[in-house]
């Protein structure tokens, strides 16, 4: 189809994991004037659709009607899911990859992508495993040996992320954020999105409340315990 007048251009929010992205989707974005927010909640097959377009093991996944969607869409759109871009099975061709994907729906997109200090990051995702029931200690999950994980720690290296976009859509087009930003100040964070989307921002943003917090360490030595103990059952 015809390009997008370029103040209808969508943002796609990539991610990352662990970088506040639900909170964003309930509390951030939403307060940015003119914008339509698609999340998993509010667009619940379209984004699922793009997932499985940009995730698809196929060489040309259909990608039907997403691009007419956000063409229809009543606001600029800004698609948003931390997991476009998830730190599982992730490598340097796959971030080409989900790059060269969505670049093919949206060709006039632009790319929000939010960043943290790796310590902490990968702290969070090791948190994140032990929830969902991993029970190996910390350097075997960062040594990508952990049972029942794919993570590769190269997905930590956040400049192979950038670059991967870059090969697609002009520097101008990608922004990177960090979630330190975020934390520290909400809403000089949201005024730079907003100034991404060509939008003036002038509202407060709900505090909200902590989003899926990790359990602290102690609980985690005890989870992984129990999490042992239920895999090696029959």
Known sequence: GASLARDRRPIIHVGL????????????????????VLTVKTATALIRQVHEHL??????????????????????????NENFA???????????????????????????????????MIASLYAQYVKEGGYVGFRRFTDGAAP?????????????HVEAFHTR???????????????????SFLTVVAGFAGQPYDAEPDDGTRVNPAPARAALAGLRVVNRLVRASP
């Open 17 to 36: 994991a662990k970088t506040g992205s639900t909170w964003l989707q309930r509390h951030g974005f939403p307060t940015i004037a003119g914008l339509d």
């Open 55 to 80: 995730h698809s093991s196929g060489g040309h996944p259909p990608a039907n009607g997403l691009r007419e969607r956000i063409e229809g869409s009543p606001g600029l759109p800004l698609l948003s």
């Open 86 to 120: 998830s730190p599982w099975s992730w490598s340097p061709r796959h971030g080409l990859r989900l790059a060269e994907r969505l670049h093919g729906v949206f060709p006039d997109g632009k790319i929000l992508l939010v960043v943290r200090e790796q310590t902490a």
């Open 148 to 160: 029942h994980s794919r993570f590769d720690v190269g997905w930590l290296q956040y400049h192979r």
């Open 169 to 187: 859509f002009d520097a101008s087009d990608v922004l990177v954020l960090t979630y330190e930003h975020l934390r520290s100040d909400p809403r």
